[in-house]
């Protein structure tokens, strides 16, 4: 870990309240590449709150402060970030209230579900809204087309998309993308039978009633969506925060055991056991919120080095189908030690299941 991704993680520490010993009086700060770094790890918002906290509290001096031209991008990002969050919020009770008046309970999930363990909830960047209408996907998709003349767009796998006051919307109908791995049917099997179990937790906004996952449910969601994407491509911190928050507010709800038994049948259980390990190490977990579990500092080192510098970082090629799907297989192939900590398939069978999945939605691939 270099100085930068060192004073981020201090930065962090800072913002979410959590144990912090950093000497910022003889720091060196190259704020510059710390904005950098915090934009591509999805906590440029929260950086941002710890640098007005430790200036306030005078441990920043004002030569140690980011110029005015990098004050100014920052304050303007961070205020758009929450913009952003509250925008989302307000669609999140009108689209609650539609789905309400006609019988439909809304989930949520990701995102916002989140977001209410934060310190500063709308710090927490958000990308799309994801929902989950208890199999009722289909109906709510047709009534918001025909009365409110909705787009539904229906090219993805997993989920059709829409896009209202201009910002974009998942509309589950699974949890997960069964069509990406055989592994994923089996966990979607048991994501589909703990909602069905466990309809959530009430959560208001506004006037509206949305539905907030069930402990276990979220547990097991959170844990895949994570390993997916990690395996894939990357996850950044903002991934571990929330994985911390979440355990830290949930852990007595949490059947660990049965969570253990899910993780090792899929082989994600040392991915479990990192994350666990990483929000200990970094991001202010109690150990004694979790249940005994195996470490390993090396595998655990390299996965938090590769969420704060991916091992393969080159990026996706603008234009041409071949050159794109030439990338996705160097970055699978470099990726395989992360498929051996997530996934129970082997890599040859990953591949030809996730190049099916490619041709039956082919605009998946940009």
């Given at each position: 870990?270099n100085?930068?991704a060192?004073i981020?993680?201090?930065?962090v ?7 912090n010993?950093h000497?910022w ?6 704020w ?7 934009q591509?790890?999805?906590v ?5 709150s710890?640098i007005?906290k ?6 920043l001096t004002?030569e140690?402060m980011p ?6 991008q920052w304050a303007?990002s961070?205020?758009?970030i929450?913009?952003?969050?509250r925008r989302?919020?307000?669609?999140i ?5 539609f789905?309400g008046?006609h019988?439909?309970k ?7 579900s989140?977001s209410i363990y934060y310190?500063t909830?709308e710090y927490?960047?958000c ?6 209408l ?9 009534l918001?087309?025909e009365l409110?003349g ?5 090219d993805?796998?997993?989920h ?9 919307v998942?509309n ?8 990406a791995h ?5 966990i ?5 039978r ?12 506004g006037d ?9 449910l979220?547990?097991l ?6 390993a ?5 491509v ?5 991934h571990i925060i929330?994985w ?6 949930n852990y007595a709800d949490i059947?660990?055991s049965?969570?253990?038994g899910v993780a090792k049948r899929h082989?994600?259980e040392?991915f479990?056991?990192?994350l666990?390990?990483?929000?200990i ?6 150990s004694?919120?979790l249940?005994?579990f195996?470490?390993?500092a090396?595998?655990?080192q390299r996965?938090f ?5 991916p ?6 090629p603008s234009?041409g189908?071949l050159?794109r799907l ?8 470099a990726?395989?030690?992360?498929h051996?900590?997530v996934?129970r398939?082997g890599?040859?069978r ?6 099916y999945?490619?041709?039956?939605k082919?605009?998946s691939?940009?």
């Amino acid at each position: 870990m270099n100085c930068t991704a060192k004073i981020l993680l201090a930065l962090v520490q800072e913002a979410m309240g959590w144990s912090n010993e950093h000497n910022w009086s003889e720091e060196t700060l190259v704020w510059g590449d710390i904005f950098r770094l915090a934009q591509r790890q999805g906590v440029l918002a929260i950086v941002w709150s710890a640098i007005g906290k430790l200036a306030n509290e005078g441990k920043l001096t004002p030569e140690q402060m980011p110029d005015k031209a990098l004050k100014l991008q920052w304050a303007l990002s961070a205020e758009k970030i929450a913009s952003r969050y509250r925008r989302q919020k307000l669609l999140i009770e009108k689209l609650a209230k539609f789905y309400g008046v006609h019988g439909i309970k809304m989930m949520l999930l990701k995102g916002y579900s989140l977001s209410i363990y934060y310190p500063t909830p709308e710090y927490r960047e958000c990308g799309d809204i994801d929902i989950w209408l208890y199999g009722e996907q289909q109906k709510a998709d047709k009534l918001l087309n025909e009365l409110k003349g909705v787009e539904i767009d229906e090219d993805k796998h997993h989920h059709t998309t829409f896009v209202i006051d201009g910002i974009m919307v998942e509309n589950h109908y699974d949890f997960l993308n069964v069509h990406a791995h055989p592994s994923n049917k089996d966990i979607e099997q048991e994501l589909q039978r703990l909602s069905k179990e466990n309809a959530g937790i009430e959560h208001h906004i506004g006037d509206s009633v949305v539905m907030l996952p069930p402990a276990n449910l979220n547990a097991l969601f959170l844990l895949r969506h994570a390993a997916a994407h990690f395996a894939a491509v990357e996850i950044g911190l903002r991934h571990i925060i929330d994985w911390a928050l979440f355990v830290k507010n949930n852990y007595a709800d949490i059947d660990w055991s049965w969570l253990y038994g899910v993780a090792k049948r899929h082989n994600m259980e040392k991915f479990l056991n990192c994350l666990n390990a990483i929000s200990i190490e970094y991001f202010g977990l109690d150990s004694k919120m979790l249940p005994e579990f195996e470490r390993n500092a090396e595998l655990e080192q390299r996965v938090f080095n590769d969420i704060i510098s991916p091992e393969f970082s080159e990026k996706m090629p603008s234009k041409g189908i071949l050159r794109r799907l030439i990338f996705r297989y160097r970055r699978w192939w470099a990726n395989r030690w992360k498929h051996r900590i997530v996934y129970r398939e082997g890599l040859l069978r990953t591949f030809i299941v996730q190049i099916y999945s490619h041709l039956l939605k082919p605009k998946s691939l940009k």
